[in-house]
């Protein structure tokens, strides 16, 4: 999942309502307001009345009924009726960890509503004391099945269930018995929709009737990984290379304008998927429907599936398209994940059932060679230009060199951030550090592209290890793979200790990763205008971002996000939530700020502020004029990022599609 923009605004301490309810049309999570998370008990003691999960078959299909026409209320009412395997103890859960947020975000406290029944007879539930998504019941002996109801519950204003648009994600709408792997449990699932909606999902549907829909039986575990997106305006576009599964583009949307592409638009996103292949080879799915979701309800994110994606961009994503800088990886980042991520699982993130807890430790590989691929094929494939993905790559950088909090907090234990940050606001962004995995992890596959470059004299690349890394076998999916593999993996590229030359990147207290970006032949400097990537960067966050100047992020109001720890306006007093006033004076502007930052005299800026009521003066001493990230080339050296970002020539086939 990246979520990169509003992961930027949480990093800014932007944790206004708005911002929460962007965050739940994505990933739904009411677990803010609650202090601590349950602890599983089948995790904690043996003792547990919750039965663990095995490998053994369950009998009969679980019939799933989900009604999403009460869009008045915003509430999706569920029925189910479960076949039960005999007399006694029975757990039903409640989902809670999701593969693709990487932590426990689903909240059971969005449940309301919960009534069990065999036949006529109220079964009364109790809820685990430890794990707050378990609820026990006695089944009566001589019952075959149990009737469960209950609502999901979002708020007016939450995305996922409008009038013209509905995201219906499995994992919120139901429970399942405790005891067995989720592969191992049959769901068959119908769905009744507000009227006229066109549907969209990977998994197999038909119409049962007007608007609702049967979705043909499948597993637990492949529901839950098979989300359904419906739209009052839908566009279908085929994206598929010549000798590769179908991959449907489907654009869903509120609105007719918002689903409109050209051409160009349509031949660029062909081209992404066919540096794709070059990179990754045949696909791991036997068809896959990109669902992008074209809306400003949503803050601009993405959600991996095996077969599909969900796609959250602005609704003017394609009339717009110069706006849209740093949204152009989206697409390319989650069909990557397909491969890495989905058909290739790091051993400690597949888990058996939502309920158990996932281990992180390999996200560097999962998101972080996610993320650098994005950036590569966005520039390989044209989508973003030249100039525009060094500048991009320049604000990555930056953002890397920046983050001192890495004295205390390394890349490898950024990983576990998705476990305890989730919706929360980190305050200081810099010195906390915030799912540096996906930023750092550029700049770290970066470095080992460009070691493999520099020793083979240009001959191999990070293109080689994902060739080899991510082929598709027969094998059944999902892959495990733990640190080990990878290792083996880099070594049959190119002989080096590859275990020791990772582990000292992802243990560093210094930035040096940032060293593959000098064997590319590039530097990070700084200069006095910002790029037009870092311009949209500023729209996005809305406020100004002297990061790299001064030390901190401002709006045009005068309030203070951020600020860099160690930074001048740290030393001057200044923090996240300070209201400025006044400069030398004057009332306070941007504008202002801007003109005497650049004007770089040696005057120390006296800035009156607000905070909690109290108001003080600052007093600003800072050098060095407006700074802004980009890169230089590296006079002398070989311009090896060049030959990273050249597209290949994907051949006849897809040129003759384009
Ligand atoms: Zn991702």
Redesign the pocket.
């Known amino acids: 999942?990246?979520g990169a923009i509003f992961e930027a605004a949480m990093k800014q301490g932007r944790d206004d309502m708005a911002w929460h309810r962007l965050l739940l049309g994505l990933v739904s999570m009411l677990a803010l307001a609650s202090a601590t998370l349950p602890v599983p008990a089948h995790a904690a003691a043996d003792a547990s009345p919750i039965a663990a999960p095995a490998d053994r078959p369950f009998a009969g299909t679980i019939e799933l009924e989900v009604d999403a026409r009460d869009i008045r209320h915003r509430l999706f009412r569920v029925r189910q009726t479960l076949p039960v395997q005999g007399p006694g103890p029975l757990t039903l859960l409640y989902p809670e960890w999701e593969p693709s947020s990487h932590g426990p975000s689903v909240s059971v406290a969005q449940l309301a509503g919960l009534v069990v029944r065999a036949g006529p007879q109220r079964l009364e539930w109790r809820r685990d004391v430890l794990d707050m998504h378990a609820f026990h019941v006695q089944v009566p002996a001589g019952v075959d099945t149990l009737e469960v109801e209950f609502q999901y519950v979002t708020r007016a204003g939450d995305a996922l269930l409008r009038a013209d648009l509905v995201v219906v994600q499995w994992q919120r709408l139901l429970v399942y018995p405790a005891g067995w792997f989720a592969r191992n449990i049959a769901v068959h699932a119908q769905l009744s929709l507000p009227p006229g909606l066109k549907p969209v999902t990977s998994l197999q549907t038909k119409v049962a009737g007007e608007d609702r829909l049967d979705v043909a039986a499948t597993s637990l575990e492949t529901l839950l990984d098979a989300p359904l997106i419906a739209a009052r305006h839908l566009r279908s576009l085929e994206l598929g290379q010549a000798g590769q599964p179908p991959l449907r583009l489907q654009l869903l949307a509120e609105s007719r304008q918002a689903v409109e592409t050209t051409p160009q638009d349509i031949a660029r996103l062909r081209g992404l998927v066919g540096q794709t292949h070059a990179v990754f080879g045949p696909a791991p799915y036997r068809h896959f429907d990109a669902m992008v979701v074209l809306s400003d309800a949503f803050a601009s994110g993405?959600i991996?599936h095996a077969d599909s994606a969900e796609i959250y961009l602005p609704a003017d994503f394609f009339r717009d398209h110069a706006a849209q800088l740093n949204n152009l990886d989206l697409i390319a980042?989650e069909h990557v994940?397909a491969w890495n991520?989905r058909a290739r699982v790091p051993d400690g993130q597949w888990t058996p059932t939502p309920n158990l807890p996932i281990r992180n430790d390999l996200l560097w590989v999962y998101?972080g060679q996610?993320e650098f691929w994005g950036r590569v094929l966005a520039a390989r494939s044209g989508l973003r230009g030249r100039q525009d993905a060094l500048d991009r790559l320049a604000l990555d950088a930056a953002q890397v060199q920046v983050a001192n909090g890495r004295a205390w907090k390394s890349l490898r234990d950024t990983v576990h951030d998705p476990r305890y940050v989730t919706g929360r606001a980190t305050i200081w962004p810099e010195w906390q550090r915030r799912k540096d995995y996906y930023t750092e992890g550029v700049l770290l596959w970066l470095d080992v592209d460009m070691t493999l470059r520099e020793r083979s004299n240009g001959r191999l690349g990070l293109d080689d290890f994902a060739r080899r890394f991510f082929a598709v076998q027969a094998a059944e999916r999902p892959r495990l793979y733990g640190f080990d593999e990878v290792c083996r993996t880099l070594d049959a590229v190119m002989p080096l200790d590859w275990s020791a030359y990772l582990d000292a990147r992802l243990d560093a207290h210094t930035p040096v990763v940032l060293d593959g970006l000098a064997r590319a032949g590039w530097s990070l400097a700084f200069g006095p205008q910002p790029s037009e990537v870092f311009r949209q960067h500023e729209r996005e966050l809305a406020a100004s971002d002297l990061t790299y100047s001064v030390g901190m992020v401002v709006t045009a109001e005068g309030v203070v996000r951020s600020v860099l720890w160690d930074s001048p306006a740290f030393e001057a007093g200044l923090a996240p939530g300070a209201r400025l006033l006044s400069l030398d004076g004057a009332p306070f502007s941007l504008a202002r700020l801007h003109a005497r930052i650049a004007e770089d005299d040696g005057r120390a800026l006296a800035l009156d502020y607000l905070l909690e009521a109290t108001r003080s003066t600052a007093t600003l001493r800072y050098r060095g004029g407006l700074r802004y990230p980009r890169l230089e080339r590296r006079p002398g050296t070989p311009d090896r990022l060049s030959q990273l970002l050249a597209g290949v020539d994907t051949g006849p086939a897809s040129a003759a599609r384009k």
């Open positions: 999942m990246i993405g991996e980042h994940h991520g998101e996610t």
